[in-house]
């Protein structure tokens, strides 16, 4: 019942149902705190991050592009499965989305640092799309 992607996001937010063995639930103020730890947007001091740590391109409160995360793996980036075998259509889908919101040809009237983080970012939904596209790089990504 628990198993794959809502097992594992269980398993990442610390957050078991009382009943499963060996595991308790966080209280609130235990995950509040968890919460506080996590960045804070580089332009008007909010939690960038959505309810539950859901990944957010853009500050809810002041809407300012957040530098892209260096930890995240292109599957993650592309939302697809990490395994050889891709959808290319939801792939083009999803980098074409992805474009249109962090390109930066939009974000010429924005300050400099949010236009760096927007080529920083292009930059990562270029080299994640291209790599994924192709089965050879595809599957040199995922030996690495």
């Known amino acids: 019942m628990w198993g794959g992607r809502a097992g594992a996001l269980l398993r990442v937010w610390g957050l078991w149902p009382s009943w499963v063995p060996g595991r308790r639930p ?3 103020n235990a995950a509040s705190q968890a919460r506080s730890n996590s960045p804070r947007c580089w332009k008007c001091g909010g939690s ?10 853009f500050c809810p409160q002041c809407r300012a592009l957040q530098p892209p995360d260096p930890t ?8 697809c499965n990490r395994s050889f075998r891709v ?3 939801k792939l083009q ?4 989305q992805l474009q249109r919101l962090v390109h930066p040809d939009f974000f010429s009237r924005r300050s ?8 920083k970012h292009s930059t990562l939904v270029n080299d994640a799309y291209k790599t994924l596209l192709a089965p050879l ?3 040199l990504y995922l030996v690495s």
């Open 93 to 96: 889908h999803r980098y074409q």
């Open 137 to 139: 790089s595809r599957g």
């Open 72 to 79: 995240r793996d292109y599957f993650s980036l592309m939302d």
């Open 48 to 57: 960038p991050g959505g309810p539950m740590g859901e990944d957010v391109l």
């Open 26 to 28: 966080l209280s609130c």
């Open 112 to 119: 400099q640092t949010e236009k760096d983080f927007s080529e």
């Open 87 to 89: 959808d290319t259509t």
